[in-house]
């Protein structure tokens, strides 16, 4: 079998899905998006399909080494995006081949389904807190939140106040014994990070997703390493050399790399693995579409260390499409009690809507972040 050709599709709402076309028929999927840069991703692919094109489709560890090694420069989100789709299809290719589900291909399954959790906002008390309770009554958990607005390295008092009453709602909408985790995206630096963890303790959070960017994490180990609240991270890491110093470190207790970003299922369970290693917690991140959670789905289904699942249902990016709407059969990801079972068809475990996604494709989508700003005028951490 000989892998014939890639292409890609940018569809709304801010994705990029990836197909690879083989001589034998057989088609996989892949989603290689990183969010705000599609049209950059796109070309990278196109770029790297000269590596791809007319080899065999199966020997997925070797096109991987290839795409990371072959062009001399190496990493980041752009590159390993890129690979993250290739690789992906690559999975969903041999596993269709030979009739399985990738998990089999990868060891077999130690669950049957796993945890799932929904983004319910952050920006008002009232909302946020109406947003929990709808999730919680739609069968979710878990729940996720934005933790603060933007924040100057020293704020005022107000914005922390502002944020805990946001978790405070969410936290008495819900009652004492469902998760929540609260993000502070990044927007939060080293002085404002050690007030806002202490604060938090009395909430009995799931996790606090990004203290602060991970660059910055040697200045806050102690910090990180002192609070009772368990720290998430990773969605900004693109490789298992970015993950060797964060997990060194200790101060980190559950790793969230993205397998549409890090490079695929074929790194991603690298990671998991040396999370493991040092007893860490994996949650993946999936703020993404279909293909993204259902190669999300594939590791969590192998991995011991795995504990919970982000999803898109519903988050406020899915403004014109949602995270079904390119299957063929939704039922796939249907949610029951909080879970979300394993896929079990061959592959990746979906079937795509190709004809859907054309018709989509030729809207595509421009999708930025927003740009903030401090009242001074500088540029806010998003």
Not at 54 to 75: A, H, K, M, N, S
Not at 78 to 88: N, T
Not at 338 to 359: A, F, H, K, M, T
């Amino acid at each position: 079998m000989k892998i014939t050709s890639i292409t890609t599709y940018t569809v709304p709402p801010r994705w990029l899905f990836l197909k690879i076309e083989t001589d034998e028929g057989i088609v996989g999927w892949g989603e290689p998006v990183l969010e705000g840069r599609a049209a950059t991703v796109a070309a990278a692919v196109e770029e790297l399909s000269d590596y791809v094109v007319g080899q065999d489709p199966t020997q997925i560890e070797d096109i991987w080494q290839v795409l990371y090694r072959g062009g001399f420069y190496r990493g980041g989100g752009i590159h390993m995006s890129a690979m993250a789709g290739i690789d992906q299809a690559l999975w969903d290719v041999k596993g269709k081949a030979l009739g399985v589900p990738a998990y089999e291909l990868l060891g077999g399954r130690v669950r049957d389904r796993i945890k799932v959790y929904s983004w319910v906002g952050g920006d008002r008390p009232a909302d946020t807190a109406n947003a929990a309770r709808a999730v919680v009554d739609r069968g979710f958990t878990a729940v996720k939140m934005n933790g603060t607005e933007e924040l100057q390295y020293i704020d005022t008092w107000d914005k922390v106040d502002r944020c805990l009453a946001n978790v405070a709602a969410v936290r008495e909408a819900i009652g004492p014994d469902l998760g929540i985790g609260v993000d502070f995206h990044g927007r939060v630096h080293k002085p404002m990070a050690k007030v806002l963890l202490r604060e938090l303790e009395p909430f009995h959070l799931m996790f606090v997703e990004e203290p602060v960017l991970s660059e910055h994490l040697d200045d806050v180990v102690d910090v990180l390493r002192q609070s009772p609240i368990p720290i998430a991270l990773g969605e900004r890491l693109f490789s298992r050399w970015d993950f060797k110093r964060v997990l060194s470190s200790g101060a980190v207790d559950i790793v969230q790399p993205d397998p549409s970003h890090c490079g695929g299922i074929t790194e991603a369970r690298k990671i998991a693995n040396m999370a493991e290693a040092h007893d860490v917690a994996l949650a993946l991140h999936c703020p993404l579409g279909p293909i993204a959670l259902a190669a999300c789905l594939q590791i969590d289904a192998g991995c011991y260390n795995a504990t919970i699942q982000e999803q898109s249902l519903g988050i406020q990016y899915n403004t014109t499409n949602d995270l079904l709407d390119y299957l063929v059969d939704p039922s796939v990801f249907d949610y029951d009690d909080g879970y979300v079972s394993i896929p079990s068809g061959p592959g990746l475990g979906i079937q795509i809507n190709e004809d859907y996604v054309v018709e989509r494709a030729a809207e595509g989508h421009r999708w930025r972040n927003p740009v903030w700003r401090h009242r001074d005028g500088s540029i806010a951490e998003w």
